[in-house]
């Protein structure tokens, strides 16, 4: 019953597979290019290249329905593995017909379903595979995905070697921590990253209201929603890097239409700020505001989330004591260090910042990020604490229009981290008007770049230069 040589045609039509992603995928422009690159080689070549693409992001981006789309560009079976939870070795290779019960490996099941050797395979979860005493599945997936190995795949059931080398592998993945370092050797990175709040709402106008309208057998006269009240439910009612919770409110609002108009007898629903608040409750999200005016010893940073980014000040106090160093805030260690640092700093160079007459030995220093209950950890942090530490020793206030982030070093350098398109993007959303970050980065969206002023530091003495109030 496994297919040993019935193959599927491809469609070669280029065109055909840039529409069809374009059709079902708004934005994530790099990542089509790189399919689009991969089919054309493909196209070119006659036979797979050896790579193996990797899609990795957070939930609800769009990973698990781009790899649907790129079978139906080539006009190929789709099938799909979840590798969550995979914790025995035979899952992947199959049993030994010696035992009881014994069955082929998952991957000889799923081309026994998808009925052709040239499917497009989606390995889902890739990350989240466990390991115990009955072997290491993610060791196992080392011969399914080596492109020198996978021609001869060979599983214990049938005992006779099996070609993948034909199969289109994609595996997603939400952690690149969780892929052990082998694995991750044989799969070629594309990051998805989250979506902006200009691209949600493209999502929500050109996808989610016709699939849900369809879906709640409404037309789309009979529900009228603005632009602005979808931007109010993305900015006051979700807190993501997807578009799923997105969407079940879509669903929500769907459902309170149709009891409406079947309830009230109306013949149409407009939903303007009351009624969203009626039909949704109140908005449990709102985002972190700017400063309302500068202030001594308080910054603004930048900080990444799982739902994207966010902004957040950083707290210094300093008074008469002897000389202890208070961290509050459910830090982590690295953040903790970044703030030793910071002082560190500036104490090694009192002299340079006019700060000589400080006895930092008598005074205590109190740092504190809110919100209290909320864990904090990564490295962009540093360059925010040496100016909150800087800003409260002279007493200097620090602009509410800018934010920063960057991580620091005992010379003063600024170091290039990650999460920048993110950090941008909130950091505009909530009102501010100029970053200092470490490097300059393409993937900042064009509606951001033109209304923030973007400084590039690498030395904090530009960072005080453009952060503290002349």
């Not at 019935?6 to 994530?28: C, M, P, R, W």
């Not at 929500?252 to 969203?276: G, Y």
């Not at 800087?390 to 934010?403: E, L």
């Amino acid at each position: 019953a496994i297919p040993w040589n019935v193959q599927t045609e491809d469609n070669k039509d280029i065109l055909f597979a840039e529409q069809t992603l374009n059709d079902q995928h708004f934005g994530l422009e790099k990542v089509k290019e790189r399919i689009l690159e991969y089919l054309a080689v493909k196209t070119m070549t006659g036979k797979n290249p050896s790579t193996i693409l990797c899609l990795v992001g957070p939930p609800g981006v769009g990973k698990t329905s781009l790899a649907r789309s790129i079978a139906d560009a080539l006009g190929r079976k789709f099938v799909k593995v979840s590798l969550g939870g995979v914790k025995d070795e035979s899952e992947i290779r199959g049993h030994r017909r010696t035992y009881l019960g014994a069955l082929p490996g998952r991957m000889i099941q799923a081309m026994k379903k998808a009925g052709t050797t040239n499917p497009v395979f989606l390995l889902d979860e890739i990350d989240k595979m466990a390991s115990d005493h009955k072997g290491d599945p993610a060791s196992a997936m080392l011969e399914v995905l080596d492109p020198e190995q996978n021609s001869q795949f060979s599983d214990n059931y049938i005992e006779e070697p099996y070609d993948l080398s034909k199969v289109l592998f994609i595996a997603t993945a939400n952690d690149l921590g969780g892929i052990p370092g082998p694995l991750r050797d044989r799969l070629e990175i594309i990051e998805v990253s989250s979506y902006t709040e200009q691209e949600k709402l493209m999502i929500v106008k050109e996808h989610l209201i016709k699939k849900q309208l369809e879906a709640h057998s409404l037309k789309p006269e009979q529900m009228i929603l603005s632009d602005d009240i979808i931007m109010e439910i993305i900015q006051h009612y979700t807190r993501e890097a997807g578009v799923r919770e997105l969407e079940r409110y879509i669903a929500k609002l769907c459902r309170k239409t149709v009891l409406a108009i079947l309830k009230e007898k109306v013949e149409s629903v407009t939903i303007d700020q009351d009624k969203l608040v009626e039909f949704l409750g109140k908005a449990p999200f709102d985002h972190t505001k700017k400063l309302p005016r500068p202030q001594v010893g308080v910054v603004t940073g930048m900080a990444y989330t799982q739902f994207g980014g966010d902004i957040l000040p950083i707290e210094v106090n300093h008074f008469d004591g002897t000389g202890k160093f208070i961290i509050t805030g459910q830090l982590g260690d690295v953040m903790k260090e970044s703030a030793s640092i910071a002082l560190d700093y500036l104490k090694a160079n009192k002299e340079k910042y006019g700060l000589d007459d400080k006895a930092f030995e008598k005074q205590d220093i109190h740092i504190h990020v809110p919100e209290g209950a909320i864990k904090k950890d990564g490295p962009s942090a540093g360059v925010t604490l040496t100016t909150a530490i800087y800003s409260a020793f002279t007493n200097k206030p620090v602009r509410d229009d800018v934010a920063m982030t960057g991580e620091i070093t005992l010379r003063g350098n600024v170091l290039p981290i990650g999460g920048l398109k993110e950090k941008s993007i909130s950091a505009h959303r909530s009102g501010i008007r100029k970053i200092i970050i470490p490097k300059d980065i393409e993937d900042i969206p064009e509606s951001v770049r033109n209304d923030l002023e973007i400084v590039l530091a690498d030395h904090i003495d530009t960072v005080l230069e453009h952060a503290i109030v002349k």
